[in-house]
């Protein structure tokens, strides 16, 4: 069936059955060239959910977008549906369409088809593209071990805050002082990091699909995310140390 959308992209919506009786459903659009990018949504999504970016990529890329067994208008398989169960599917499916080489572009229970799907078929998987829930647990473990280094930083200087409160450093004060102290932390972080991701994104480039590692924009993306979460990370450590009772804190001392 083919589908005009509201942005004037023709996409065809089809199924596709599978050696093993199973019903794939896929949606597919742009030119039958060299470059494919095959999306697999996360639970508990179909197809759609990548419609709207399906629509945005330009025409010369041929983008299909799979509902995965169980979901959407696809045919359950065997539960419970492993990832590599799940993979072992995506595959024949790209081999029913054609697809010998694609961008792998995953989001949520898609990443761990994405990972399954290039350990089973390497030679299919041109890149990978996980979205998501690695993201999100790289950064909180950021986060936390920023704020574990700013809470022991601040605790070593318990005598030093009750110095300075007994004579007459405001809240305020304190509290600016131990932001301070995290900017620094930030600042050679985040020019060590990014030092290093310039150096290794070169060997990133076959993995990253139309996009440079080393472009200012994401840099600079990386670098404001991760500013901001360090800097909220440290404002607990300097709301504690601006509470400390100067005599509590120089009898610790």
């Known amino acids: 069936m083919r589908v005009t959308s509201p942005t004037s992209r023709t996409y065809t919506e089809a199924t596709v059955r599978l050696a093993d009786g199973t019903g794939i459903e896929y949606a597919r659009r742009g030119a039958a060239g060299d470059v494919h990018v095959v999306f697999l949504h996360g ?23 799979v509902s995965l067994p169980g979901f959407g208008g696809s045919d359950a398989i065997a539960s419970p549906a492993r990832p590599s169960d799940l993979a072992r599917s995506i595959i024949a499916l790209c081999d029913a369409l054609g697809i010998e080489r694609a961008v792998f572009v995953g989001h949520s229970l898609g990443t761990l088809v ?99 590692p080393s472009d200012p924009r994401i840099v600079l993306s990386a670098a404001s995310l991760l500013t901001t979460t360090g800097l909220m990370a440290a404002w607990l450590p300097a709301i504690r140390a601006s509470r400390v009772a100067p005599r509590i804190a120089i009898q610790e001392g």
Do not use: N
Request: aromatic fraction near 6%.
């Open 43 to 65: 639970w508990p999504d179909s197809w759609r959910s990548f419609q709207p970016v399906m629509e945005a990529l330009p025409d010369e890329i041929t983008a299909v977008s």
């Open 114 to 212: 994405c990972q399954r799907i290039a350990e089973r078929r390497p030679e299919l998987a041109r890149g990978l593209v996980l979205m998501g829930a690695f993201a999100s647990v790289s950064l909180g473990l950021a986060a936390l071990g920023l704020y574990g280094v700013l809470a022991y930083a601040v605790r070593q200087r318990t005598h030093e805050i009750g110095i300075r409160m007994a004579l007459g450093a405001t809240v305020s004060e304190i509290r600016l002082a131990v932001l301070r102290q995290a900017s620094l932390v930030l600042a050679s972080g985040l020019v060590a990091g990014t030092v290093g991701a310039l150096v290794l994104g070169r060997w990133l480039t076959s993995l990253a699909f139309q996009i440079s």
